[in-house]
């Protein structure tokens, strides 16, 4: 993402934001593992989609319209004793140069700076809620402004939710985004095959989770998205299942979702396939009515249409699907009214995505679906997950867990599916698998 990109960006947030406002927004906090082991630094997505600015311990302020600084960053100081244990900081010059803030301050001159800028403002944007530090500063920063009323200040009148303007912002994804995206995709796409070459019975689930992010990581991927769930025969039927600590045996499905995050991106891909490299039958007859349902669902995703139409696409195809199987018994419509499928499909059929995983962005609008526009990139990826002792359904049907996930934004014309580089057909698995071997 360039420089002038994200000046793009805290442009049009200042146009919606007018004259009188005040705009702050704190980066991620460091988090603690255990002890002195910290998690790999994470910046604040809403932040960092503003700033670029990769370091924590840092508030960005914006207030359109004033005169000196519209942007103003608070930022770690330069240390030369803590950059040489930590390495280099950015600095109050660093934040200027390198990352076009007009002005700086050291971090540890917020609470004498805010309150006075807070003065000047009548309208403040401030997501309260997610920053419990930061919220109880705010609070006294406005007691402080109340306490000068007699000296004629007269403070913030209004609180608006900047991460509701932020947010939809972010769910409409730039050419530059969409590229970054496609490249994540790409990589984490790329992997799945490399698992499908790899995978074979008496292989760990946690194996095949290592070889996915050694494969992203050798790619330059250097995070992933979320956990990768590598899960083999009854593990697929837990959707989130992050153990992998079982051994895939023969005769079993594989369920793998798994996505690397790049430059801050996400990318979100689950493959299903046979451990040996073989559907069986019943498998067979559940991969393809899973497929043609995440085929069906994709076709939905085309610009005027809404959020709820791919996964009612889905719905119609699976639970028609069941009760050709003999699965579900009844009438479709009767039983798609009483949501008789989710008792093997029970959630959703994808969600937004972009810099956080389940990403940002309304789903509904004034309480009806959201149409899909250009540029909105989202998951599709419905599954079926049959667990052993499924009361009334024959056992040749126990222990199928399946989930299809494709990453796909809207186009002006329809879709483009970022993770296509991932086989998805029985015939390419199969053969890609049988290549494996
Ligand atoms: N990997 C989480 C999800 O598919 O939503
Ligand atoms: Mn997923
Ligand atoms: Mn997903």
Redesign the pocket.
């Known amino acids: 993402m360039t420089r002038a990109e994200f000046a793009r960006r805290r442009r049009q947030l200042a146009r919606m934001m007018g004259p009188g406002s005040i705009a702050i927004l704190p980066s991620a906090p460091v988090a603690h593992r255990n002890r002195d082991a910290e998690y790999p630094y994470r910046p604040d997505s809403d932040f960092f989609y503003l700033t670029g600015f990769p370091e924590p311990e840092a508030v960005a302020v914006l207030i359109p319209g004033r005169r000196h600084a519209e942007y103003v960053l608070f930022c770690r100081e330069r240390d030369p004793e803590k950059e040489m244990w930590e390495g280099a900081r950015a600095g109050q010059e660093g934040a200027k140069e390198e990352y076009g803030a007009d002005d700086s301050f050291p971090i540890g001159d917020l609470d004498d700076i805010l309150p006075r800028m807070l003065e000047q403002c009548e309208r403040v944007f401030y997501a309260m809620g997610c920053n419990p530090d930061l919220d109880r500063r705010m609070s006294e920063w406005i007691g402080q402004v109340r306490t000068r009323a007699r000296a004629g200040v007269q403070g913030p009148l209004e609180f608006v939710a900047l991460d509701h303007y932020l947010h939809d912002m972010r769910l409409y994804k730039s050419r530059s985004e969409i590229k970054t995206m496609r490249q994540a995709a790409r990589i984490s796409a790329r992997a799945h095959r490399r698992l499908m070459q790899l995978c074979r019975p008496g292989l760990a689930e946690w194996r095949l989770e290592a070889e996915f992010v050694y494969a992203c990581v050798s790619a330059g991927a250097r995070y992933q998205a979320?956990r990768p769930?590598v899960g083999g025969g009854a593990n697929g039927c837990v959707l989130h299942y992050v153990d992998n600590g079982d051994e895939l045996r023969d005769g079993d499905l594989v369920l793998v979702?798994?996505?690397c995050e790049l430059e801050w991106y996400a990318s979100?891909?689950?493959r299903t396939y046979p451990v040996n490299g073989r559907f069986s039958p019943s498998q067979r007859a559940l991969y393809e009515l899973v497929l043609k349902a995440q085929l069906a669902a994709i076709a939905k995703v085309q610009p005027g249409n809404h959020w709820d139409d791919p996964h009612k696409a889905a719905v119609r195809v699976i639970t028609r699907g069941l009760v050709e199987l003999g699965i579900l018994r009844g009438q479709v419509s009767s039983l798609i009214r009483r949501e008789a499928y989710k008792r093997f499909y029970m959630h959703r059929t994808g969600h937004w995505l972009g810099m956080d995983?389940h990403d940002v962005g309304d789903y509904k609008i004034d309480g009806a679906w959201r149409l899909l526009e250009p540029g909105m990139v989202l998951?599709v990826?419905p599954g079926l997950y049959i667990p052993a002792g499924s009361k009334g359904v024959a056992k040749k049907w126990w222990n199928i867990g399946i989930?299809i996930?494709d990453d796909v934004v809207v186009t002006r014309d329809g879709h483009d599916i970022l993770s296509k580089d991932a086989p998805k057909t029985v015939a390419e698995i199969e053969a890609l698998m049988e290549r494996g071997k």
């Open positions: 979320y769930i979702d798994a996505g979100d891909i689950t995983v998951t990826e989930r996930e």
